[in-house]
Every structure is written in structure tokens, then in C-alpha cells.
């Protein structure tokens, strides 16, 4: 499958957070980061990505861990 479609899959499923990992991801040990209402993507490190993300489960208190 290719990448767009996988990409328009997920669009469409409404998956709230896409995390892109290829080639020059892995290389710079970054990822690739989409938020589902947002054309962006950010590239940011994953511990960072972490920290951002359990501190938006922290603030909506929407999930339990």
C-alpha cells in the first residue's frame, strides 16, 4: 500500500494523531507528527512527542492509564 493512501485511510477514520517513521525519520531519529485537525506535520523527537502527549492526557483527562 502506499503512504497516501494509508494517509487518507486514517484521515478519514478520524485517527487523532498520525506518527510517519521512514526513511529520513529513522536516519535523525525524529518522527513525523500529524494532529487530525491539522495539515502540518511536525517533526520533533520522540521523547519530546512523549511529553507533549502525556501532558494533552493529563489537561482532557479523556483517557486512563
Known sequence: E???YKVREHILN???YMIIVGKNEFLSKKISIRKRNEK??????????????????KKNRRFYY
Not at 41 to 57: G, M, Q, T, V
Request: with cysteine.
Open 2 to 4: 502506499k503512504i497516501g
Open 40 to 57: 502540518e506535520c511536525a517533526f520533533i523527537s520522540l521523547d519530546i512527542f512523549i511529553a507533549c502527549f502525556l501532558f494533552e492526557i
Open 14 to 16: 478520524k485517527v487523532p
